[in-house]
């Protein structure tokens, strides 16, 4: 078939829009335009060189300036009912109906591409869910001022897919653009405050770099930070803000590698069809590796060969760009892999020819860091275990095609994929419905979905976890490295002599390998009550090794299964109920009958778990397009928990079951200043049928081991109670790689801490579990 030729396009609307505002675009604050005098500006050229506008960067006094103005948005926006807020949002929908063409030109202009389609799309979806807020999410409320931070080249979609849900949640927003999406950014915030929208609740400034967005963090009204875009700008922000008791969130969406898996059994026309438009024709946030079986490998190159003819040479954003994707070829051509291009390589410029890699060693650099530039690796697998294994190479986790017309073989590789969306037989399909969590380096939060609704908001019986402070004066490389406390022997008999713990590695009781011991001290702090083992960075090692041995087992147990071991752990702990309560009295200086109340609540939180492994099992999503969307909550991996010091047994026996629940490993590090409890409990585990290495219990010093656990690189997620010195060292290190972190600063002359913990509200049970799994989900079309 023969195409007329494509439309001319037009951006005249968008143009008369920079034009009404001389082309100077200024900062968006309460409700208005703001383009304070004497503010440096930086021009936004398009991909000819033309200059678009020049959009200002905003300073110590702007920032503070939106902060107030967001404050007064959020006492307006949060105090109208759902179903104005709703309203509002709906609203929306028929203003960008009027004035979705320059939204789109706009858009096309600034190569932040988001159709008004798409916009209209998450507005519906959205104000649907903030007219349901109070009827399907009780007992929760909104954080307050909320900041949304993106990079240059992230999209105008993974942008408002987190202003959108904070916005309906009650939530006022600063957003912090790219210099891409920072005009859509602006128009878009001056027809929000059109439709409705009371005057700062939605704010956006601009600035010369990303570290605009930790300067808005440093402010005391902001709440909550969460970021989309590349990875190194996350790791910034997450060091920059460490400290500032503001909880940050990170999507590193841009540069991820994402495996293009083409089965023997899938249809290779389409396939290669859509292989070309993904990794060639569109601008996109990721990097495509394709992925083929050995049998179709001829079949796919032949159609590859043929598809590529009469491709043009594709822009890169500069000659040093040329360089690199010279280098990158040439490598992978020195380890064996041969070259389709589309036509030849010009000798110098910034321009290069759609190129395949084929036969692509899996450790080349263009798989692992690929290059910019139209460059697409090539690998061969034989089996479907062995597609799985190269899917899951990437450090990344962000997202999967799959290629086949077998639907068994389609659903067993998402569920083994490491990757937070697959897509079936099609690629890139992005909706508001689909929850998305970082797998791996992708990422510590959930987008999309219900799922991405809670990292807005919060129970309304507690507090933040985190206070709001300057960050402290540290040297990270000697936190956790002092001297262990000095044992002197005395002249006590055997008989009297204080017992002696060990720790649970690996399913057995053992010492720690330094073979050194710490003097637990008594309620009164004098003397010495037991020693228990002076764990270091060793022993978490030997207790990761067997907790990764022996949690992808118990993540594919059925949740019956899972469930009846935790029954099982709860009768257990009864059975030992006299020894453990006798543990928590000698070591808290609780009374017999208080010590057994709490044993009785954590027998009973115990059984809670074990009712709750099967009620929460994802399910299928409303779509708008014909197809079925699917969604699972999957375990971490292994958890690191850093246990409190208030009800030492009862808190222990709630982490530990929402980790295990949930298909997780677990390490846990006892209080320092209460460990008894816990290292009792290890009979009742030696004694359980759980799989050895699935809970481990190490004790010592606490900054020690936190640092032990903050750098193992195996270790998802870390579950933090202690001093602010430790909440801001995990935040500044556990960036590379991402890590979900839990963390509260308990206070020692703090009566109340630990109350939570003898609450049997529901939503201390939900919000454990949310923190103990991350979301995938799997789009199915159809016909």
Not at 78 to 107: D, F, I, M, N, P
Not at 614 to 635: H, N, R, V, W, Y
Request: contains cysteine.
């Amino acid at each position: 078939m023969e195409f007329g030729p494509a439309p001319t396009s037009s951006t005249s609307t968008a143009q008369a829009w920079l034009d009404h505002h001389s082309r100077a675009l200024g900062l968006f604050i309460d409700g208005k335009f703001v383009r304070p005098a004497d503010r440096k500006s930086r021009s936004l050229v398009d991909s000819k060189g033309t200059n678009v506008c020049s959009i200002v960067c905003a300073e110590e006094d702007d920032i503070s300036l939106c902060a107030s103005s967001a404050v007064n948005g959020f006492k307006a926006w949060s105090s109208l009912t759902c179903y104005q807020r709703a309203k509002v949002l709906l609203r929306l929908v028929s203003v960008l109906g009027l004035h979705g063409k320059c939204v789109s030109e706009l858009c096309e202009l600034c190569e932040a591409s988001c159709s008004p389609s798409t916009l209209s799309r998450m507005l519906q979806y959205y104000s649907s869910w903030a007219q349901l807020r109070d009827t399907l999410m009780t007992n929760w409320k909104p954080l307050g001022v909320v900041v949304v931070v993106v990079s240059d080249d992230c999209s105008l979609f993974s942008l408002f897919v987190k202003v959108l849900p904070a916005l309906a949640m009650g939530n006022s927003v600063i957003i912090v653009p790219g210099w891409s999406t920072a005009p859509p950014a602006l128009l878009l915030a001056q027809l929000f405050i059109g439709a409705g929208l009371p005057a700062g609740t939605l704010n956006v400034l601009t600035g010369s770099d990303a570290s605009l967005g930790a300067k808005v963090a440093q402010n005391l009204s902001t709440s909550y930070v969460t970021y989309s875009g590349s990875k190194q700008d996350a790791v910034n922000l997450c060091k920059a803000t460490a400290g500032m008791g503001v909880a940050v969130s990170v999507s590193a969406c841009i540069g991820a590698t994402c495996p293009f898996i083409i089965f023997e059994s899938a249809d290779i026309d389409s396939a290669v069809e859509e292989v070309i438009e993904a990794a060639f024709k569109k601008k996109k946030e990721i990097q495509w590796v394709l992925c083929v079986q050995e049998s179709v490998l001829d079949s796919v190159v032949a159609r590859l060969k043929l598809r590529m003819v009469g491709m043009k040479c594709a822009g890169l954003q500069s000659d040093a760009d040329r360089v690199l994707v010279d280098a990158a070829v040439k490598e992978a051509q020195q380890q064996g892999a041969t070259l389709i291009q589309a036509c030849t390589a010009p000798p110098a410029g910034a321009l290069y020819p759609p190129t395949v890699l084929c036969r692509t060693a899996p450790a080349s650099p263009c798989v692992v860091t690929p290059s910019p530039g139209p460059l697409l690796p090539l690998m061969t697998f034989r089996s479907n275990t062995e597609a799985v294994t190269l899917g899951n190479h990437s450090p990344h986790g962000r997202a999967a095609s799959i290629w086949t017309e077998d639907l068994t073989l389609a659903l067993e590789t998402a569920k083994s994929l490491s990757v937070g969306s697959v897509w079936v037989n099609s690629h890139s399909v992005c909706d508001p419905c689909l929850p998305v969590s970082g797998h791996k380096g992708s990422g510590s939060c959930t987008d999309g979905g219900q799922e991405g609704l809670y990292q807005f908001l919060r129970p309304s019986s507690s507090s933040s976890s985190l206070s709001r402070s300057s960050p402290l004066v540290m040297d990270y490389t000697k936190f956790g490295t002092g001297a262990s406390p000095v044992i002197i022997p005395d002249d006590s008999d055997s008989a009297s002599a204080p017992k002696s713990y060990l720790h649970f590695v690996g399913g057995k009781a053992c010492k720690s390998v330094s073979g050194c011991s710490l003097g637990v001290q008594p309620p009164g702090g004098s003397g010495v009550l037991a020693y228990c083992p002076d764990g270091g960075r060793k022993d978490v090692r030997n207790a990761v090794e067997a907790a990764i041995k022996v949690q992808p087992g118990w993540m594919k147990k059925s949740p019956s299964a899972r469930a009846q071991s935790l029954y099982s752990l709860a009768k257990g702990l009864e059975a030992k109920s006299r020894d453990i309560a006798a543990s928590v009295t000698i070591q808290t200086g609780l009374s017999m009958d208080e010590a057994e109340k709490e044993l009785e609540l954590s027998i009973t939180r115990l059984s809670d778990w074990a009712a709750y492994c099967d009620k929460i099992q994802g399910g299928t999503l409303p779509m708008p397009q014909s197809g079925s969307a699917l969604s699972f909550p999957e375990a971490l991996g292994v958890v690191g928990v850093i246990l409190p010091d208030k009800n030492p047994l009862l808190s222990m026996v709630t982490l530990l079951g929402a980790a295990v629940a949930a298909g997780n490993a677990i390490i846990m590090v006892p209080s320092e200043k209460y460990p008894l409890p816990a290292l009792a409990f290890i009979q009742v585990l030696l004694a359980s049928d759980l799989p050895a290495g699935l809970v481990n219990i190490i004790s010592g010093s606490r900054d020690q081991l936190t640092v032990a656990l903050a750098n193992h690189s195996v270790i998802k997620s870390i579950w933090y109670w202690g001093s602010a010195e430790g909440c801001q060292y995990l935040q500044y290190t556990c960036t590379s790689p991402l890590k979900t972190l839990s963390l509260s600063c308990q206070n020692d002359e703090e009566e109340e801490e630990g109350k939570e913990w003898t609450e049997s509200h529901p939503l201390l049970l939900e919000q454990m579990w949310r923190n103990a799994v991350q979301w995938k989900s799997v789009w199915i079309p159809t016909a």
